[in-house]
């Protein structure tokens, strides 16, 4: 059966070796030609399978484009040909040494690496290696909890869509609704890459743009876009990826003997156990995301929305609920688990965030299934993943009903999860 295939790996090798920009992977030649920072974290891990020297470098390079304020930025425009993509470094007006966006994206870096260490064969490399990356971490997890929580609510706020790296989820239909529409007219870049129908629409891509405008109009200050910036939106997501990545790192420091700023990371992990409750809704059986601006609860099921028992944020009670849900969820596509749950009017199959299948939330959403002892749930996500590549190959994300590939072709974090994950 093709699910018991063997996974590729020479091929999934070339593609990362292919997509490899002297110390950087892009996500795939073409529609994304910089670097990316969850792709990044997320490709670390499947060079490490080959090349461990290749898969430090990739952390490395990323952390050179750390803003002096912590920050991570989710895109690093290494090189010279900035114009290959929109909106580019022009637009986004950030004034770093390497041209970068001005918001961040999910903070795995320290579970990525974590993982790294924990699994190197040559140990001493990797402890030469991470060693210095470590107080960039604890920087980088320091600005989340004090830019993007400044009165402490436990609960970090995002400023833009593109930061969940769920990019036009339908979970932000309603908050980037009250967004402006930017005035001025532009050419999208990614529709020479990929059909429109698997991209996001021309009035979300405006109001996308009006975000990017804002921080640079108010030069990037944090405390007067926290309080004006139109979308503001508390992404469940976002808050699990960081609290499971806070845990994560702090064996690192003790490891490393790193004492600065590690309290402040122990603060904010525990001001997140404290409030994340306000995001269950029972009703729904997940966690929901939280628009601010509106004072309401975005109630969409996503995979965004169990991503919480990654983090150990749910109690036994709602950690099985979530469970029987993503069972039922599996069970309503040909493969699974959709990125937005099949049973809601906003399914779209093929649209990107909205109905597809990615790799790597099925690796993060298997982990936690087994590590909430179901791993059953592990093994059907596993050979579900396992099928799309052998049966479409290493594409972006996947259509979960037509069971075929979508998006870029080629794709970077698609050859890493199945080298490091399904080989
Ligand atoms: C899109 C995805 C995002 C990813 C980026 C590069 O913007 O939504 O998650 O990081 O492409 O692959």
């Known amino acids: 059966m093709s699910e018991s295939r063997l996974i590729d790996t020479a ?15 892009v996500p795939t030649d073409g529609l994304y030609p910089f670097q990316w920072s969850w792709d990044s974290a997320i490709t670390a891990l499947g060079w490490q399978t080959f090349d461990e020297d290749r898969a430090w470098r990739e952390a490395e390079v990323m952390f ?18 900035a ?20 918001i961040s994206q999910p903070a795995i870096w320290a579970t990525t690496l974590g993982m790294m260490l924990e699994r190197a064969a040559d140990r001493k490399l990797a402890e030469t290696r991470l060693a210095p990356l470590v107080p960039k971490l604890v920087d980088y997890h320091r600005w989340w909890y004090r830019e993007r929580d400044p009165d402490g609510t ?3 706020v995002s400023y833009h869509p593109w930061e969940s790296g769920m990019d036009n989820s339908p979970a932000w239909d309603k908050p980037l609704a009250r967004v402006p529409e930017v005035e001025w007219t532009y050419e999208r870049r990614d529709l020479g890459h990929v059909d429109s129908d698997q991209r996001p629409h021309k009035p979300e891509y405006d109001r996308y743009l009006y975000l990017v405008d804002f921080y640079k109009r108010h030069d990037f200050n944090s405390r007067v876009i926290y309080e004006e910036c139109p979308y503001r939106v508390i992404d469940v997501a976002l808050v699990a990826l960081l609290h499971r990545a806070s845990i994560d790192l702090l064996p690192l420091c003790a490891h490393f003997g790193i004492t600065e700023g590690v309290e402040e990371v122990e603060a904010g992990i525990s ?16 966690f929901l995301s939280f628009d601010t601006r509106a004072d309401e609860p975005l109630d969409v099921i996503t995979t965004g929305t169990v991503l919480p028992l990654f983090a150990g944020l ?7 609920a979530m469970l029987e849900l993503i ?16 049973a809601s009017p906003l399914y779209e199959p093929k649209r990107y965030w909205r109905g597809p299948i990615w790799s790597h939330i099925n690796w993060m959403i298997a982990l936690s299934a087994e590590a909430a002892g179901r791993p059953d749930i592990a093994e059907r ?24 590939g979508c998006g870029g072709d080629r794709f970077s974090w698609t050859a890493a999860v199945a080298l490091y994950w399904l080989a």
């Open 11 to 25: 091929a999934a090798r070339e593609i990362l070796r292919a997509n490899d920009r002297d110390g950087h992977t």
């Open 64 to 81: 050179d484009g750390q803003w002096g304020n912590g920050m991570l930025p989710h895109i690093l425009f290494h090189g010279g040909n």
């Open 83 to 102: 114009d290959s993509y929109f909106p580019g470094p022009s637009v986004w007006g950030s004034r770093t040494r390497i041209p970068s966006s001005a």
């Open 154 to 156: 436990g609960l970090i």
């Open 271 to 286: 001001r997140t156990q404290a409030a994340i409750d306000r995001l269950w809704n029972d009703e729904r059986r997940c």
């Open 314 to 320: 749910a109690s036994d009670a709602q950690a099985s």
């Open 327 to 342: 069972e039922e969820w599996l069970d309503a596509s040909t493969v699974g688990l959709a990125s937005t749950h099949p």
């Open 381 to 404: 996500l596993q050979s579900d993943t396992r099928r799309l590549i052998n049966e479409a190959g290493f594409w972006e994300y996947f259509d979960p009903d037509a069971v075929a």
